[in-house]
Nanobody, 124 residues
């Protein structure tokens, strides 16, 4: 089992940047495929980015491609999401998630463990 804790959210102006962190504890971090999801008020949770166990492969939603970068440091048991050129429509609660099985990077139900989330607010 793994416990996930996000940090780094906050209020930023449109065009600004934030870096989110997801700290993991418990089972060996490199065991897990990791992902970032977000949920805005009144909307369903949506996929943002995912990364393979050793960081060699990444996936992005079309809406964030070229602006967001996902990375991980297995030695520090942490995953990151660097968010640049933020837009008001990026505002949401961002949550990190972990799964044991390969495949299903984009799929909410494929993930086994979830953090509590961190709020990102983007002012226009």
């Amino acid at each position: 089992q793994v416990q996930l804790v996000e940090s780094g959210g906050g209020l930023v102006q449109a065009g600004g940047s934030l870096r989110l962190s997801c700290a993991a504890s418990g089972r060996t971090f490199s065991t897990y495929y990791m992902g970032w999801f977000r949920q805005a008020p009144g909307k369903e949770r949506e996929f943002v980015a995912a990364i393979s166990r050793y960081g060699t492969t990444t996936y992005y939603a079309d809406s964030v491609k070229g602006r967001f970068t996902v990375s991980r440091d297995n030695g520090q048991n942490t995953m990151y999401l660097q968010m640049n050129s933020l837009k008001p429509e990026d505002a949401a609660v961002y949550t990190c998630a972990a799964r044991l099985q390969s495949g299903g990077d984009y799929v909410v139900s494929a993930y086994d463990y979830w953090g509590q989330g961190t709020q990102v607010t983007v002012s226009s």
